[in-house]
């Protein structure tokens, strides 16, 4: 029974995952210091002793721009671009980054785990109605089959369905 296909000789998309997996996983536990109340550029700025004005003067834009950027900043609200040019003129470098709280393996298996859980009580429910019970033992080997050609198809089949 194969609810979910996957091309096992597929090795070069197999390998191009791999070198994915584990650069995002390099993140995880990445301690990052969080960003100051007031945001990093104003944060800088004053440890320069730098003015919004002469900030402004460096970057071509008014005092109010900046001024008005540094609040951006503050509220999320900045884009990465205006972000790196007010870096480049505080003599900074931009770095951003997307930690994962777990390995992406785990993600994937817990992924896997939800979807094959949602087929087998679908499943179960169905027996049910026919007076086919299905018994716990055999529901946690449909379980782990399902779950591992979820895992094994990967991509689109693990995010197809985002109702969780």
Known sequence: MHLFSANPNNTV??????????IANSAVGLYLIKKPKEGWVRTIRTALGMSGA???????LTR??????????AEGDITINQLKVLAEHLGCDLTYALVPSK???DMIDDRATVIASQS?????????L???????ETQN????????QVVAAG???LWKNTTE
């Open 155 to 157: 991509g689109r089949v």
């Open 13 to 22: 998309k197999k390998t191009v995952m791999h070198q994915y997996r584990a």
């Open 64 to 73: 109010n721009k900046i001024s008005i950027l540094e609040r951006k900043e």
């Open 120 to 128: 087998v009580d679908t499943n179960s429910q169905n027996m049910f």
């Open 103 to 105: 390995p992406i393996e």
């Open 54 to 60: 002469q900030l402004g003067a460096r970057a071509g």
């Open 130 to 136: 026919e007076a086919q019970p299905i018994d716990v």
């Open 141 to 148: 080997r449909l379980l782990n089959q399902i779950k591992e």
